[in-house]
């Protein structure tokens, strides 16, 4: 995401990702009032767009940030903005999730409200642009149902009916207002995503409270390794606000770290938690501990180097994600039916992706090629 001319630019925005997670004695006072125009207006931009801006006032606010009044103003705005847009995410989010629960839906909230509400010190020091929902596979139909009918649109159409809920990460529906709502069958797209235990996300229950209404999300254990799938494999380079998650819950949730390498063992994606806590270490600069070291020790078996070469090559996208989910796909029916929707989609999702089948049948030859051909 970061796309920084300066060094000095990207440290501080480093530190500004990190602060919190010691004390602040620990921390050395970071000047930002002797940036340029130029290289302030470019730190601003990237504070928002890797939604740190709530940790830039937090430091501020706490002396390990020194900036002049106008970047102090300008901080403060944003804040107050960001704090606003959760607001009105959170409205949606009652809306949204008491028309599911009446549905009988048995629903779970991602990310958003309840990493700030649950894993942060403070709700206000996580930013968050949308809401995300999670729904059992045989929920998802239905669910998305309830999202059409109260005016969201989706975003790309189905692969094939019945491929969601068999197969698919998720979906995003819009509102005309805007706001986003991301339906979630998985935690991740492709092969990670296809080897997840789903049944065991709804198991374990873990409430957090939006004014009079008691909202679940998954546990803590299964948060942390969601926001370790979030950072690892979301983007090439991930957002300084997903490491963050990542460092938060390691660090000061104590989250149970063996029991997390288990179950990511038992999900085949051990090397997606390596990943995710060896970039958050280094990019945060954060002191070595027991989960660092292992992190940058562990040795990945060959399926999990193929399956990542999926999400952090060059060539990575959506077609090389789903195309290297074949492997994952559990017996010869289901690698053959999974295969089929990839290659003969209905024409509603080719109309939102490829011009035509035949050019949708070799985007996906070629990706299932180069999936292969890695392997």
């Given at each position: 995401?970061?796309?920084?001319?300066?060094?000095?630019?990207?440290?501080?925005?480093?530190?500004?990702?990190?602060?919190?997670?010691?004390?602040?004695?620990?921390?050395?006072?970071?000047?930002?009032?002797?940036?340029?125009?130029?290289?302030?207006?470019?730190?601003?931009?990237?504070?928002?767009?890797?939604?740190?801006?709530?940790?830039?006032?937090?430091?501020?606010?706490?002396?390990?940030?020194?900036?002049?009044?106008?970047?102090?103003?300008?901080?403060?705005?944003?804040?107050?903005?960001?704090?606003?847009?959760?607001?009105?995410?959170?409205?949606?989010?009652?809306?949204?999730?008491?028309?599911?629960?009446?549905?009988?839906?048995?629903?779970?909230?991602?990310?958003?409200?309840?990493?700030?509400?649950?894993?942060?010190?403070?709700?206000?020091?996580?930013?968050?642009?949308?809401?995300?929902?999670?729904?059992?596979?045989?929920?998802?139909?239905?669910?998305?149902?309830?999202?059409?009918?109260?005016?969201?649109?989706?975003?790309?159409?189905?692969?094939?009916?019945?491929?969601?809920?068999?197969?698919?990460?998720?979906?995003?529906?819009?509102?005309?207002?805007?706001?986003q709502v991301d339906l979630?069958?998985?935690?991740?797209?492709?092969?990670?995503?296809?080897?997840?235990?789903?049944?065991?996300?709804?198991?374990?229950?873990?409430?957090?409270?939006?004014?009079?209404?008691?909202?679940?999300?998954?546990?803590r254990q299964h948060r942390?390794?969601?926001?370790?799938?979030?950072?690892?494999?979301?983007?090439?380079?991930?957002?300084?606000?997903?490491?963050?998650?990542?460092?938060?819950?390691?660090?000061?949730?104590?989250?149970?770290?063996?029991?997390?390498?288990?179950?990511?063992?038992?999900?085949?994606?051990?090397?997606?938690?390596?990943?995710?806590?060896?970039?958050?270490?280094?990019?945060?600069?954060?002191?070595?501990?027991?989960?660092?070291?292992?992190?940058?020790?562990?040795?990945p078996s060959g399926y999990?180097?193929?399956?990542?070469?999926?999400?952090?090559?060059?060539?990575?996208?959506?077609?090389?994600?789903?195309?290297?989910?074949?492997?994952?796909?559990?017996?010869?029916?289901?690698?053959?039916?999974?295969?089929?929707?990839?290659?003969?989609?209905?024409?509603?999702?080719?109309?939102?992706?490829?011009?035509?089948?035949?050019?949708?049948?070799?985007?996906?030859?070629?990706?299932?090629?180069?999936?292969?051909?890695?392997?």
């Open positions: 995401m970061t796309s920084l001319g300066s060094p000095d630019q990207f440290s501080n925005l480093n530190f500004v990702a990190g602060v919190g997670l010691r004390e602040i004695s620990e921390y050395e006072i970071r000047d930002l009032e002797g940036m340029s125009e130029v290289e302030w207006t470019q730190f601003h931009r990237e504070l928002l767009l890797e939604r740190l801006v709530p940790l830039a006032a937090y430091a501020l606010d706490r002396g390990a940030l020194t900036a002049s009044e106008i970047q102090r103003t300008q901080v403060t705005q944003d804040h107050s903005r960001s704090m606003s847009l959760a607001l009105v995410l959170e409205r949606r989010l009652l809306e949204v999730y008491s028309e599911m629960t009446f549905a009988g839906i048995d629903v779970r909230v991602l990310k958003g409200s309840a990493v700030a509400r649950l894993d942060y010190p403070d709700p206000s020091w996580r930013a968050f642009g949308d809401v995300d929902l999670l729904v059992p596979a045989d929920s998802f139909a239905a669910a998305s149902e309830i999202l059409t009918a109260a005016g969201a649109r989706r975003r790309f159409a189905e692969v094939s009916k019945g491929f969601d809920s068999r197969f698919g990460k998720g979906a995003c529906f819009t509102y005309a207002d805007g706001l979630h069958r998985s935690i991740a797209e492709g092969p990670f995503g296809l080897t997840v235990d789903l049944s065991s996300l709804f198991n374990d229950v873990e409430e957090f409270e939006i004014g009079e209404l008691n909202l679940r999300t998954i546990s942390f390794l969601h926001a370790c799938f979030h950072a690892a494999l979301g983007d090439v380079s991930p957002r300084l606000v997903a490491l963050r998650d990542v460092a938060e819950m390691l660090l000061i949730k104590k989250v149970n770290f063996s029991d997390a390498v288990v179950t990511a063992r038992a999900w085949r994606a051990e090397v997606v938690i390596a990943r995710a806590i060896a970039l958050a270490w280094q990019r945060l600069d954060l002191p070595p501990n027991d989960a660092s070291a292992w992190a940058d020790t562990y040795s999990e180097e193929r399956a990542l070469r999926a999400y952090t090559s060059e060539n990575r996208s959506y077609a090389t994600q789903v195309a290297a989910g074949v492997t994952a796909v559990p017996g010869i029916t289901g690698k053959l039916a999974y295969m089929r929707a990839l290659l003969l989609p209905s024409r509603q999702h080719i109309s939102g992706r490829d011009s035509s089948y035949w050019a949708r049948f070799r985007r996906g030859a070629a990706a299932l090629h180069q999936s292969r051909s890695s392997q």
